[in-house]
């Protein structure tokens, strides 16, 4: 990575142990280590003083790392959006299964009860939703791609814009056929109310 060694090479042109150099920055030596290693990336606050102490632009500083943290970002912003949709679906699955049991065994409890699981899952989907946003990913195929750490090419992306309008429907549509569907199901299993 060019950046660890950019790091190392001003260093060593300024005379500095890696201590030093981590006093002037206010990190660990461990911190600076791992920089020059490539095995982390400096926040933007390290940034900006390494490269007022080296006395060059942080584009010189960053010259050829920018595609590699922009990738970095991207595989993060992946993970904790599956990992997030993973809680999310789950807590949905439990939501739709859960609902007619508490009511049958539990009456106004059982409701309070299925409101702030439901809640809960509402606050998932929120979080799932927000990440998306964040990436602009609106449609299956978008999701889909995303999910995988992919990406749509320009002609792709904009035929999936003009999809949104009805997809978004259409997942609502779906999400209420799928919620009535099972509450119907667990009624006829559970003898109704």
């Known amino acids: 990575m060019e950046l660890s060694n950019q790091i190392r090479k001003y260093r060593t042109n300024l005379n500095l142990s890696q201590e030093e150099l981590a006093e002037k920055v206010y990190v660990t030596r461990q911190t600076v280590s791992n920089w020059e290693t490539g095995k982390s990336y400096p926040d933007i606050h390290s940034l900006l003083l390494l490269s007022n102490l080296f006395e060059i632009s942080l584009d010189q500083l960053i010259k050829g790392d920018i595609e590699i943290m922009k990738k970095e970002i991207n595989e993060a912003a992946v993970q904790k959006h599956n990992h997030y949709g993973n809680i999310f679906g789950s807590l949905?699955?439990?939501s739709l299964l859960a609902f007619?049991?508490?009511v049958k065994f539990f009456q106004i409890y059982g409701i309070i009860a299925w409101i702030a699981l439901y809640t809960v899952t509402l606050y998932w989907a929120f979080k799932v939703g927000k990440i998306q946003k964040e990436n602009d990913?609106?449609?299956?195929k978008e999701i889909v791609a995303f999910s995988e750490g992919k990406t749509l090419d320009e002609i792709q992306k904009q035929r999936e814009i003009g999809k949104r309008p009805?997809?978004?429907v259409l997942k609502a549509l779906l999400g209420a056929a799928v919620g009535v569907i099972v509450t119907v199901i667990m009624l006829f299993l559970f003898g109704g109310f």
Do not use: A, G, M, N
């Open 92 to 94: 949905f699955f439990i």
């Open 100 to 102: 007619v049991p508490l």
């Open 137 to 140: 990913v609106s449609t299956y």
């Open 166 to 168: 009805y997809q978004t």
